[in-house]
């Protein structure tokens, strides 16, 4: 969950194409920080190296209805909210937007629509696989008909162990995307950590079924149901994507 001090990062693509009011400038004085693309190209490009939490499209600035970037937005990133602003009147069944403003509006609307549109997202990115389900917002674990709070680390473990499930995850890849660092001279760190996982997840955490060692390569979350291949992963919005290994 975001630290309620945090600024709401805002995907904010807009052309110069047509001079519009400054709504970004508006936007970003009441406490959002913008990642600001010009065309949609940059910022389909922005999303493999931010992690915004609400994009906006200002169709007007592109002179367009905005409707193929929305689609190619969704496509990209189909769980990030998206606010529409546009000129066109649009059927509802060309609607890809979750949020859709035409004019007149001003930058206090655009705000209140941006604060709602992330209320009604919340617990929206979470990943299933097997007998777990993980809320990544709320930091929340479902496993086995119980519910378990976590801390930010064990979520971020526990999401790389999912994101990979069934693939034999290295140490050192734990200590990277989890800790952010190539020291490998603490390892008791990660046992200690794999080891308050082993006491959510498994029936005896002396026996490990779910979450198990690899010796002399890493960990694995073994939560195949008897099929020859790794098991897919799903965000809980009910879409689908491919388990994808690590490679090293």
Not at 6 to 31: D, M, Q
Not at 82 to 109: H, I
Not at 197 to 204: F, N, P, Y
Request: charged share 30%; aromatic share 6%.
């Amino acid at each position: 969950m975001r630290a309620a001090s945090a600024p709401i990062l805002v995907l904010w693509i807009e052309g110069t194409r047509r001079k519009t009011p400054p709504w970004a400038e508006r936007v970003a004085r009441r406490g959002f920080k913008l990642a600001r693309a010009r065309s949609g190209r940059e910022g389909l490009a922005l999303l493999s190296q931010v992690y915004p939490e609400v994009a906006v499209i200002n169709a007007i600035a592109f002179n367009s209805s905005g409707r193929r970037l929305s689609r190619m937005l969704r496509d990209q990133a189909p769980q990030l909210p998206q606010l529409l602003l546009t000129e066109k009147v649009l059927p509802l069944e060309a609607l890809v937007a979750d949020v859709v403003l035409t004019p007149p509006f001003t930058a206090r609307k655009i705000v209140n629509r941006l604060r709602r549109l992330l209320v009604l997202a919340e617990g929206r990115h979470c990943l299933e696989v097997g007998p777990l389900r993980l809320d990544l917002d709320n930091r929340r674990l479902y496993c086995h008909g119980r519910e378990f709070d976590l801390t930010p680390r064990l979520t971020r473990l526990l999401r790389v162990l999912m994101e990979n499930a069934g693939y034999v995850v290295p140490r050192d890849v734990l200590f990277r995307k989890v800790w952010q660092t190539d020291y490998l001279g603490d390892t008791r760190t990660l046992d200690v950590h794999i080891s308050w996982l082993r006491r959510i997840l498994e029936e005896d955490p002396r026996r490990p079924q779910l979450l198990r060692t690899v010796r002399g390569r890493g960990y694995l979350l073994n939560v195949y149901d008897g099929n020859d291949q790794p098991p897919r992963v799903r965000p809980c919005d009910g879409t689908d994507f491919d388990t994808i290994p690590i490679v090293e």
